[in-house]
């Protein structure tokens, strides 16, 4: 069981580190940095567990709305989501086997949560609120971006917990 204590360290350090990374970087732009907030959000399941990543998310949503006001409550709605969808599927595809990720189980559940929650952003944003750019390529880039993003993502979070960071937790 993780204590509460890691659990609040954890999710102030990795949402603070997301806020520095994507919360300054305007839209759509910022979308292409979801690579790494779905590495934070894959090790924090990793590390903490069932939880892990929704409350990641919902540090990092908090804090995003606090740099941009303008996306409020998208961006909150978003992030908890993205969290949420990683810890769901986590379990659902059982990525953790003792102290050990499974590789492959990792990067498919990273690869589909930021398909699925990076496009349904994309859409709402772009062609829902017209809050930016409504163009094809545009579309096209930024959903082949989330599938490849992701899928590395999950694959450097299952490396760097096997291999540097599962005999520290």
């Known amino acids: 069981m993780v204590s509460d204590a890691r659990r609040v360290a954890l999710g102030s350090i990795f949402?603070?580190?997301?806020?520095?990374?994507?919360?300054?970087v305007p839209a759509p732009t910022s979308d292409f940095l979801i690579g790494f907030q779905a590495f934070l959000l894959a090790i924090s399941f990793l590390v903490v567990g069932r939880g892990g990543a929704t409350y990641v998310g919902i540090v990092s949503g908090l804090l995003i709305t606090l740099a941009k006001v303008s996306f409020f409550p998208l961006d909150l709605i978003f992030a908890v989501a993205f969290g949420v969808m990683i810890d769901a599927l986590s379990l659902v595809f059982q990525v953790k086997s003792g102290t050990s990720a499974r590789k492959w189980r990792l990067?498919?559940?990273?690869?589909?949560s930021t398909t699925v929650v990076g496009y349904i952003a994309y859409y709402v944003s772009a062609v829902l609120t017209n809050l930016v750019p409504n163009e094809l390529i545009l579309d096209v880039t930024v959903l082949v971006f989330g599938v490849v993003s992701g899928?590395?993502?999950g694959y450097a979070a299952a490396a760097v917990w096997n291999r540097?960071?599962?005999?520290?937790?």
């Open 107 to 112: 990067v498919a559940v990273v690869t589909i």
């Open 164 to 169: 540097y960071l599962k005999s520290r937790f």
């Open 151 to 153: 899928a590395i993502a």
């Open 15 to 24: 949402g603070a580190a997301i806020v520095v990374f994507v919360g300054f």
